[in-house]
T-cell receptor, first 114, second 114 residues
Framework: GQQLNQSPQSMFIQEGEDVSMNCTSS?????WLWYKQEPGEGPVLLIA?????ELTSNGRLTAQFGITRKDSFLNISASIPSDVGIYFC??????????????FGTGTRLTIIP | DTAVSQTPKYLVTQMGNDKSIKCEQN?????MYWYKQDSKKFLKIMFS???????INETVPNRFSPKSPDKAHLNLHINSLELGDSAVYFC?????????????FGPGTRLLVL
């Protein structure tokens, strides 16, 4: 099945720095989602994007739906220790049963250096 | 109140055993999912049920058998456990509706097969 590639794979940044990560696909998506998974927990939805070119914010987080519909970007401004975790992009695809399923990206692991 | 709960949180067992993981959601959602997250943190869908009916089966070995006694519960039974089954298994739920992409994940069940 289609895999969503995220870069970078991991990031080590100082508290207070801004963070940028992206997600790319070889096929078009009509929806892009960004999830965060904290250690020992399940993923939690941060931002959902439904339209090419859309720019959506959630506090210090901003995500963009790429114009080509094959990529998406997530930025975090002024990082704080609680931003630590793995960030996943995800997009709906049609499963082999003909129903919609979510395909997740390979993840970007964010570590904050105090 | 816990939205999506899973039991047990940790499961250590011997190869060849049969085990079950339980999931319950109190959100009134009609769709539930099982995901597997491997040691590299790749998150992949296994099954989905909508109102007790199987709607997604991602070519998972038939040693894995999901069961949904009602729309608030989705259990996963695994026969003849193998070393490669070691992973974190996440349950999730969602209300199937356009532009309602949020899937709520449980805390995960960490399965270790020895």
């Amino acid at each position: 099945g289609q895999q969503l590639n995220q870069s970078p794979q991991s990031m080590f940044i100082q508290e207070g720095e801004d963070v940028s990560m992206n997600c790319t696909s070889s096929s078009i998506f009509n929806t892009w989602l960004w999830y965060k998974q904290e250690p020992g927990e399940g993923p939690v939805l941060l931002i959902a994007l439904y339209k090419a070119g859309e720019l959506t914010s959630n506090g210090r987080l901003t995500a963009q739906f790429g114009i080509t519909r094959k990529d998406s970007f997530l930025n975090i401004s002024a990082s704080i220790p609680s931003d630590v975790g793995i960030y996943f992009c995800a997009g709906p695809q049609i499963s082999n049963f003909g129903n919609e399923k979510l395909t997740f990206g390979t993840g970007t692991r964010l570590t904050i250096i105090p | 109140d816990t939205a999506v709960s899973q039991t047990p949180k940790y499961l250590v067992t011997q190869m060849g055993n049969d085990k079950s993981i339980k999931c319950e959601q109190n959100l009134g959602h009609d769709t539930m999912y099982w995901y597997k997250q491997d040691s590299k943190k790749f998150l992949k869908i296994m099954f989905s049920y909508n109102n007790k009916e199987l709607i997604i089966n991602e070519t998972v070995p038939n040693r894995f058998s999901p069961k949904s006694p009602d729309k608030a519960h989705l259990n996963l039974h695994i026969n003849s456990l193998e070393l490669g089954d070691s992973a974190v298994y996440f349950c999730a739920s969602r209300q199937l509706r356009l532009y309602q992409e949020t899937q709520y994940f449980g805390p995960g069940t960490r399965l270790l097969v020895l």
